[in-house]
């Protein structure tokens, strides 16, 4: 009985953990657009981003030529960010 406790316990746990999705508020300097990926690269100006450069994908959003060299807020769907990576908005927050 307690080893099918323990299993059924660790199975659960796994779960929650492969289901869990953290994001990460930021706030980043806008620096370039590029068209052909629809991405921006940007670079993190508060918190644990602070002096990364890395990259946003804009998805089905329009390309916003007006925020290069703008600071935006957004959420990302990763719980940290490092350099020349690339990240999704999961809230657009400016």
Same mark, same amino acid.
């Given at each position: 009985m307690f080893k099918k406790f323990c299993f059924i316990t660790i199975l659960f746990l796994i779960s929650i953990k492969s289901y869990? $999705? #953290?994001?990460?508020? &930021?706030? $980043?300097? $806008?620096l370039d657009y590029d068209k052909i990926r629809n991405q921006i690269k940007v670079e993190g100006i508060s918190g644990s981003c602070e002096n990364k450069i890395f990259f946003i994908n804009l998805n089905n959003q329009k390309p916003k030529? @007006?925020?290069?060299n703008k600071e935006i807020?957004?959420? &990302? #769907?990763? #719980?940290?960010? @490092? #350099?020349n990576q690339t990240y999704n908005i999961v809230e657009n927050l400016e």
């Open positions: 869990a $999705v #953290d994001n990460l508020f &930021i706030t $980043v300097k $806008v030529y @007006e925020l290069l807020s957004l959420l &990302i #769907d990763s #719980d940290s960010c @490092e #350099d």
